[in-house]
């Protein structure tokens, strides 16, 4: 079973699953290998949202890409193979799991992308306060802690280039971001950030229903 939106029942589910390209092997194995982990299963993206980030990544030309939140690695492989080869294709992924991320790193080779990804192990805020700060950034991925959303964003944006596009994930939360009894710190965190966006005049910002909630954000 691959991954869905919580907006989809079963028969939309299935509708898109039959309109969208198909899974080549290394996704689906990928897919398969990460369910076996069990209920943390969740946290992988769907295939469809996948599918939209390498579009996003293609559209805009994207070159010099990261990624806060790595899991095992579904997401890392869809961006880096809409980047060009290297030297001029770079996709930077912060994740604090060895474990997590190994199972990614298989299938990124299969994929004949691993020489243009850079994995760092550790807290992904203090990679990024390590990385220059310049713009360099074309298109970034955020899917980790609730609670750190916002540090990641504020250390991010001086280091995307103007027009670059931050790509913000569980920006709906099951539902959960309009149930106003659920004052749980991961909810309250996204509720946070997501005032905090739509407000920030240094961008322009689009919450999509896709999967799990997608936050587009723009850089002006």
Same mark, same amino acid.
């Given at each position: 079973?691959?991954p /869905?939106s919580f907006?989809?029942? !079963?028969?939309? %589910?299935e509708?898109?699953?039959? %309109? ?7 996704q /689906?194995? *990928?897919?398969d290998?990460?369910a076996? *982990?069990? #209920?943390?299963? @969740?946290?992988?993206? #769907?295939p469809?949202q996948?599918?939209f980030?390498? =579009?996003?990544?293609t559209l805009?030309?994207?070159k010099?890409?990261? @990624?806060?939140?790595?899991?095992? &690695?579904y997401?890392? =492989?869809?961006v880096?193979?809409? =980047?060009?080869p290297i030297?001029? &294709?770079r ?5 604090v799991?060895? @474990?997590?991320?190994s ?7 299969? #994929?004949g ?6 994995l ?7 990679? =990024? /306060?390590? *990385? &220059?700060n310049?713009?360099?950034? !074309?298109?970034?991925?955020? !899917? ?5 959303? +916002?540090a990641?964003y504020?250390e991010?944006?001086?280091?995307m ?10 920006t709906l939360?099951?539902? @959960? ?8 710190? !991961?909810t309250?965190?996204?509720r946070a950030f ?9 961008v322009?910002?689009?919450i999509l229903?896709?999967?799990d &909630?997608?936050?587009?954000? +723009?850089? /002006?």
């Amino acid at each position: 079973m691959s991954p /869905r939106s919580f907006l989809l029942n !079963d028969a939309l %589910h299935e509708y898109l699953v039959a %309109h969208a390209a198909p899974l080549d092997d290394v996704q /689906r194995a *990928l897919i398969d290998e990460t369910a076996a *982990l069990g #209920a943390i299963a @969740e946290m992988q993206i #769907a295939p469809e949202q996948g599918a939209f980030m390498a =579009l996003m990544t293609t559209l805009i030309g994207a070159k010099e890409a990261i @990624e806060i939140g790595t899991f095992t &690695g579904y997401s890392a =492989l869809c961006v880096a193979r809409a =980047l060009p080869p290297i030297p001029d &294709g770079r996709l930077v992924c912060c994740d604090v799991s060895e @474990e997590w991320t190994s199972i990614g790193q298989k299938y990124w080779q299969q #994929a004949g992308v691993d020489d243009r990804i850079e994995l760092c192990i550790g807290p992904a805020i203090d990679t =990024l /306060r390590s *990385l &220059g700060n310049y713009e360099q950034f !074309d298109i970034a991925f955020i !899917d980790a802690d609730k609670a750190g959303y +916002r540090a990641y964003y504020e250390e991010l944006l001086p280091r995307m280039r103007r027009g670059a596009l931050i790509m913000v994930d569980n920006t709906l939360w099951s539902g @959960e971001i309009v149930n106003a009894s659920n004052t749980d710190p !991961d909810t309250l965190a996204m509720r946070a950030f997501n005032d905090k966006v739509a407000t920030d005049d240094r961008v322009e910002s689009v919450i999509l229903p896709l999967a799990d &909630g997608v936050t587009m954000i +723009r850089k /002006r």
